[in-house]
């Protein structure tokens, strides 16, 4: 019978997080270091029952989460991950309905175009200079209902 070792690695690992830069490009960039075996030890009373059963009979509040509920405005975001996708699917449709020269100006860049829509020192080419969430007014750029495939509801059921 055959013996195979293996390497467990370092007990370390680095902990990275994406961010994009000013033109729109992704990045990591490394914020620290976790241990990992303390990471999971971490969590072993949390998620022994017995312990969190003796701390709620003793009336330890803590036991139980009690988070204060957080409440913020999202009239305009999307309700579900697919109005989320559909979102992002109709202003990839405007970056892709500009003028060639002026997806130049973003490096034929999707995620750069995006991050100057927020951008507080650029204006959206053809808005006449004006700083906006819209980048396109719906009624100048139809979009034709064939070339979506989903129905308006968001799902293909």
């Known amino acids: 019978m055959a013996r195979f070792f293996s390497c467990p690695g370092s007990p370390f690992r680095p902990v990275r997080e994406s961010f994009y830069d000013s033109s ?4 990591l960039r490394t914020v620290g270091t976790d241990n990992i075996d303390q990471l999971i030890q971490s969590h072993a009373a949390g998620a022994d029952i017995v312990s969190l059963a003796r701390r709620c009979m003793l009336g330890d509040p803590s036991a139980v989460r009690t988070d204060s509920p957080m409440y913020i405005d999202n009239v305009g975001a999307p309700k579900t991950p697919i109005d989320m996708l559909n979102t992002m699917a109709n202003v990839r449709r405007t970056f892709d309905s500009l003028p060639a020269d002026t997806r130049a100006e973003y490096d034929n860049d999707f995620n750069k ?3 100057s829509m927020f951008s507080n020192k ?3 080419p053809g808005n006449d200079g004006k700083q906006t969430l819209d980048p396109v007014d719906p009624a100048s750029n139809p979009v034709d209902p064939a070339s979506n495939p989903l129905p308006a509801g968001g799902s293909n059921e």
């Open 113 to 115: 175009f995006f991050v």
């Open 24 to 27: 729109g490009a992704l990045c």
């Open 122 to 124: 650029s204006t959206i």
